[in-house]
């Protein structure tokens, strides 16, 4: 710390101090250090002030006549004042809690009070001893004074804008302006002038003082991001009577030759930079005083013109020699204000009409989805409401909920980048499919709602086919070609409908749409609620349904062509009802899907299909079937357990991972992310994956390489008609081209099994060889090894 303290030392032991001093731990909370740090500069701070008055004090009795030696005092004390400022200076310029570039400014003014430390100095040795230290002594106050310049010039300021910036400018050279009026009558330039007498003994005193008007009046107009305001005003004071110092000097010299006024001023000026040093180390860490920016407005500028004013009023009463030079200034003064204003007139109409633009894109925004910039809930429901209170007897108004179906699935495989590069393409075509009278908006997720003004319930299935057919035309979003369906919930709106029940009720129908399947649209009627009520029981009684062993497993046969021997077997989910009886999947599944129980029933069929075909394994030899293949969904390739699970099951059972299958569909296979990490794990432990459904989904060459598959399952809608086999054929050819093997499913006659088996395909599947059946009546028919296909 003792380098804090020294007021003259070499430029590199300064350096390494403040670097050393950088480098020290920062106190604790529980420290004393801040605490004894602001108490020694409070102590410094009231020293310097008491002795800075003893001095105002002594100057002022001599100045009365009173005590001739106050001066000589005064003298003395100066250089004690100055070494005091200068030790306040070097903690600012060593303060961590203040901005680099702050501390880089208060370094500056550490040397440059150094300095002037030093001229006064030497100018009280000069006094008393060689003259030619005075010369010494002016050099140093020169320089020290170019120094304390520099600094106050290198304060960064508050403005950042070009608008800033020119009303800044303007503001500086109105003060600029009326500085240099004043100075001139002040120093009887027009007098000087007239009377012949030499300029040159003003003219330096004119010059330093505009500079020190130019340097505070910059500080003070401008402010500071960095520096905290109070440290700025207090330099622009000092830059003030630092520079002010020389004229009051030349007015004080002329009236008492005997007084020098600088003995007055340099106190004021040293405890000006000390208190702004106190202040910044007070402040610095603050962050609130930090990114202030420049105020919108300064007095300074207008009490300059104020003052020009008077003065021209006063020149122009008493005849002065000055007063063409003072109405000059004050024209002058008038333009800069008139431009000044103008620019601020200007300033404020464009931030009226920002805010304009911000109110109105605020208002936009909170009634506007900011994905597909439809309107929103509460705008819609706002819309709603407005027109069902005007809604008269004779008008027609109709409400459509709409839903995307397997849009979850398009999120959980592909990603929300691509979901909602689809939902802002479902907005776009539904927004082009509706009236200019219709409003579409989106109430959340991938649920959209349109109130149709003028049609009813009954007249909107045109409406509703042209908007499905549209979602339905393919989109590419980001290299995926997708395409939307749509399920439609419609309600009548009729006079005194509550608005919150019409979207119950629409939703209730949209859902209603959903259970059947394959897209549509259903109309809201009565008892509507109690269908829903009963997918909600039955959803509780599926999952009871997992925990209660009433899950019951059919095996489908997939045989060779032609000769119609089993070779694997496709296991199929049931649900025997305790009060329904056995319910086929499409009755359970799709529930299962929406809520999430897919994945504890898709676990209980993976446990109870490799267990039964490790125990068909024991019982008829290895050789007899190859397999059985399991259904598995997306949400069970999105857990990061699902490859343990299934390597646990086959554990349990003793099954061999190439025994077991697992069939996923096209819309999962172009998943990724953690899906593909599944399916790279089941394939790492033997386990064969087979595309399910081939060709009815995302079906592309690109999926067939990028997605590694073992098999795909030719869906049942391309199994050939009699003498119709082109697209049949196609699949063989590209999955014989690729390695891949071909299984034709939904095989329903003889004559789709002859026309598969002369397209050359060895493995087919369908009601024609064998319905789903039982683990006991599909064992018997393996006890019997058939050589012809299985009876139905």
Known sequence: MSGVFQPMVCGDDVRARITMQRTLPRPGPGSDAPRTDSALRSRLLVTMFVLAGTNVLLFGAELAGTASWGQRIGQTLNPVIAVLAVLLCRRAATDTGSEPAARRIWVLTSWGMTLMAAA???????????????????????????????????????????????????????????????????????????????????????????????????????????????????????????????????????????????????????????????????????????????????????????????????????????????????????????????????????????????????????????????????????????????????????????????????????????????????????????????????????????????????????????????????????????????????????????????LRHADVAMYDAKERGEGGYRQYSPGMETRGAERSRLAEELRAAIDGCELVLHYQPVVTLPEGRITAVEALVRWQHPSRGLLAPGEFVPLAEQTGLVVPLGRWVLREATRQTAAWAREHGPDLLRGVAVNVSALQLQDPGFVDEVAAALRDSGLPGGCLTVEITESTAVGGGVMQDSLRGLRAMGVRVSLDDFGTGNSTLSLLVDCVVDEIKLDRRFAPAPGEGAIAGAVLQLARALGIEAVAEGVETLAQADDLGRLGYGLAQGFHFARPMTAQALGESMRATPARPVPA
Not at 130 to 137: C, K
């Open 120 to 502: 006064i100095g030497a100018r009280l040795a000069a006094s008393m001893g060689p003259a030619s230290l005075g010369h010494a002594a002016n050099v140093l106050q020169a320089v020290g004074a170019i120094l304390l310049s520099i600094s106050v010039f290198r304060i960064p300021l508050g403005p950042r804008t070009r608008a800033e910036r020119t009303a800044l400018i303007l503001d500086v050279a109105t003060l600029l302006v009326g500085a240099a009026v004043i100075l001139w009558h002040g120093l009887g330039g027009s007098r000087i002038l007239l009377a012949g007498e030499d300029v040159r003994a003003v003219a330096p005193v004119f010059v330093a003082a505009l500079v020190a008007v130019f340097l505070a009046s910059r500080a003070a107009v401008g402010g500071s991001e960095v520096v905290p305001p109070r440290t700025v005003y207090l330099r622009a004071v000092s830059a003030l009577v630092g520079g002010l110092g020389s004229a009051v000097s030349v007015v004080l010299l002329a009236l008492r030759p005997e007084l020098d006024a600088q003995v007055l001023l340099n106190p004021l000026a040293s405890c000006t930079i000390a208190l702004s040093a106190c202040f910044q180390m007070a402040d610095g860490a603050d962050a609130r005083m930090r990114g202030r920016r420049r105020r919108r407005y300064s007095l300074l500028p207008y009490l300059a013109v104020v003052a020009v004013g008077v003065l021209l009023v006063r020149t122009a009463v008493t005849h002065s020699p000055d007063l063409v030079v003072v109405a000059l200034g004050a024209v002058l003064l008038t333009a800069l204000v008139v431009v000044r204003q103008l620019i601020a007139f200007r300033e404020n109409d464009a931030l009226l009409s920002r805010l304009g633009d911000q109110e109105e894109q605020l208002r936009h925004e909170a009634t506007h989805d900011a994905l597909t910039g439809l309107a929103n809930r509460a705008l819609f429901a706002e819309r709603l409401a407005t027109a069902v209170g005007g809604i008269t007897a004779g008008r027609r108004l109709s409400l459509v909920l709409m839903d995307l179906d397997g849009f979850k699935t398009v999120n959980d495989t592909l990603g929300h980048v691509v979901g909602d590069g689809l939902l802002v393409a479902v907005a776009a075509r539904l927004h082009a499919g509706v009236r200019a009278t219709d409003t579409v908006a989106r109430l959340g997720g991938d649920e959209f709602a349109i109130l149709v003004d003028g049609l009813g319930a009954d007249a909107l299935e045109p409406l509703l086919t042209r908007i499905a057919a549209s979602l339905a035309d393919p989109v590419r979003v980001h290299e995926h070609v997708l395409a939307a369906r749509a399920s439609f919930g419609v309600v009548d709106v009729r006079p005194g409908d509550d608005a919150d029940a019409l």
